[in-house]
């Protein structure tokens, strides 16, 4: 038996606004952060995860992680891997912490780090990579991680383990699949807003000749910007490259049906993140006016509830699931299983700071355990800070190859984590 | 001109879950508390406002309020209150801080707390108690406080233009009953969980003595508990006073069917959140499932969005606003022009810590210059911890009566603040 002796968080801060790395319509000057949290156990082992934040409140972050240790410091830690559904469920019942949400938000988030950060102690205890841990779990153990409250008109317990069974045939030849081609990723390196058209077509050229299937610009500024934008990436991209579109909730509902109207012409792969996250029965509204442009969402939805509610109303066609916005891994394999539920592919989002090195674990574990497919799904890549994790993203030929690593991958180097611990202001030398 | 010099914040917790006030299905054991935040000026004035939270991460909701100090600390404070739809919207816009809800819990309620804060010191400056300062504003003003951002396809600046307009009409003479007749309450007191059926009963019987408008029972944990206990409550309060009873997210879509067509047979006057405060579409499901049986929720709705969509859905007959849950008066503005458009009456959440002194200026600025109606109306009165407060609510024959002070009801008595500072632990003396 070991037990946690420390919850230890910290700041990081990187200074990416300078470069408008990032830009779009909604945020014209992220810096890329981490509320970092690192669980450790009285033998020495440790456990790493975080929060992605875009700079002002990263501290907020960390404090809501802060609140958690109580929940976690002293205890024995083999019940707490043992039984990560029992974790789980306790830290989202508890019922104070619970009013800061419910479910949603700092709080949210900061209980997804702790669970992360829990999974990732467990892989590395295993000696496994996460996808590959999560993937060998029986169909049983698999729906013993989810929290099926408020799931109980769209998604049962016996639902999801009729979908997990379907899966289990094909497991092992999908994990060779895996390891032969990896997983397809798409690119939004060529679309920041902030970027010249020169940089833009560049960058769309590169993409392609990567290897990867699809890239994506930000829209929702300006029409006659994104029109002209458009065409550049058409003509450099051809007829049938895929190019989705983002815009980053930039738009009123009918502004939505009449901008992505206007860029039809290019054929958008998917319109992503059209209006307010929250606003449900609007993604429904603006589905129906753009068909057959398709409607992606879900880098800010902020739980299973909304997911729930996107698929039943038909408001996407492509269900976005971020690594760390929601409680951590357990509430994205409630997202995973709403997803094959209404047969909906999942393109996750990712980007920023470590979302690729986290989320490829989920995509990989929905191939080979959920959905069984790689079809029409593909991984979000941004070629910015990878350098900064111990195991980071290998991309082949436009593919993440699966991590052989154990843990979860969200593990960051010492050096990096020293050098941007924020400081109250960023510094140059 | 004057500067703001300090926003101060102060993590005050009262040990409530010692006497079970507040118990319900899912709060067993709340310390209400608040996240207290003071903006002071060079000309030592000073706001006063707080989020209300159960406990464990107030100093979560602390730390979020101090990371806005950067937006206001040395600024002018005159051109902020003298254009609060800019600085709320400024508030909600800042790109980095909007990334850790958007625009929902911790984050958003701090931002409520400053706004709020903004909006005593702008009060007490003009003298006026909030309610008659929103009052005495005209419809141009009051529309210029509104974000209409992701409210197009609902409510248009025209349209809350127009209910304003046809209100003002009469706000003299609705001014006037206001002081002769106040604004009618309803009493949570007899309902909570963790009282006896004695004390239910007693409470009951004093609560219609007392001349409220209406009681509400906490349910939702047994089935059989809650006939017993509605049953006493007819028994006491006969067979046409209004009850109320509120499962505080406690179920399942299908089983807050089942289970509220069980109570029906006692005439529940509304249920209140019988699930998850996030599932507009469930909360339709529900409302069509209990007709006639009304459905009210809205205390933990985060923002205008869910708002829109709860009325667009038609899954709620009765809106519940909540003083510190949003991002304090303007969303509620938002909110009681949302209600007014959709035809539905606002019966505010209170209670907790303060709540009841915050939002009876928002349904009295309703009631004068927004719906124009007390009609079905009422707020939630609940008898604790109002001897904490400068300016506790008056009560007269069951109604709030209106507040003369100057400022938003919100300050806190400063013996009570330093006896209740969080001090790691309750301690008792």
């Keep these: 038996m070991s037990r946690i002796v420390a919850l230890d968080t910290t700041d990081i801060r990187f200074p990416t606004s300078l470069s408008l790395d990032g830009s779009d319509a909604m945020n014209p000057d992220p810096d890329y952060s981490a509320a970092y949290a690192v669980v450790r156990t009285d033998v020495d082992d440790a456990g790493h995860a975080f929060v992605f934040t875009i700079g002002r409140g990263n501290d907020v972050q960390v404090a809501a992680i802060d609140a958690l240790a109580g929940h976690l410091v002293g205890r024995e830690i083999e019940p707490l891997l043992d039984d990560m559904g029992g974790t789980f469920r306790e830290l989202i019942r508890d019922s104070q912490l619970r009013w800061l949400g419910p479910e949603k ?18 892989a590395k205890r295993a000696g496994l990579p996460l996808w590959q841990l ?36 094909g497991r092992a030849e999908r994990e060779q699949q895996l390891f032969a081609t990896g997983y397809p990723g ?13 940089k833009l077509e560049r960058l769309a050229r590169e993409a392609m000749a990567a290897g990867f299937t699809q890239i994506k610009l930000k829209v929702g500024a300006d029409l006659h910007d994104d029109i002209r934008r458009f065409r550049k990436a058409r003509e450099v ?40 996250p929250d606003d449900i029965l609007g993604h429904a509204e603006i589905a129906r006016g753009v068909a057959p442009i398709r409607v992606a969402t879900g880098e800010h939805a902020q739980n299973r509830m909304i997911f729930k509610q996107l698929l039943q109303a038909n408001a996407i066609e492509v269900m976005q699931i971020d690594a760390v916005r929601v409680a951590g891994v357990n509430e994205n394999i409630a997202n995973l299983l709403l997803a094959a539920k209404f047969g909906v592919p999942v393109c996750p989002h990712a980007g ?13 574990f929905d191939f080979v355990a959920v959905s069984g497919s790689r079809e029409g799904r593909m991984i979000e890549y941004v070629d910015h800070l990878h350098e900064h994790f111990v195991t980071p993203t290998a991309i082949r030929g436009g593919s993440y190859m699966p991590p052989s690593a154990s843990g979860s991958g969200m593990e960051m180097k010492a050096d990096s984590i020293a050098e941007y611990t924020w400081k109250g202001q960023h510094v140059f030398v």
């Excluded at 798409?186 to 020169?198: A, I, N, V």
């Excluded at 920023?352 to 990989?364: D, I, K, N, P, R």
């Design 186 to 198: 798409y690119t939004t390196s060529p679309g920041w807003l902030g970027y010249s058209d020169e």
């Design 134 to 169: 999560l993937a060998r779990m029986t169909p049983e153990e698999i729906v013993g991680l989810v929290d099926f409250r408020y799931l109980g008109n769209a998604l049962t317990r016996d639902d999801a383990l009729a979908i997990l069974r379907d899966a289990v045939p």
């Design 105 to 122: 938000g700092v709080m949210h988030m900061a209980i997804g780090a702790v669970i992360n950060a829990l999974w990732d102690i467990k």
């Design 352 to 364: 920023g700071v470590g979302l690729c090195e986290a989320v490829q674990h989920l995509s990989m």
């Design 237 to 276: 991209c051809g007829p049938d490259f895929p190019i989705a579109i983002d815009a980053n909730q930039r738009w009123e509902v009918a502004e939505a049906i009449e901008w992505v109207n206007a860029l039809a012409e290019f054929r958008p792969a998917w319109v992503e993140e059209p209006t307010s």
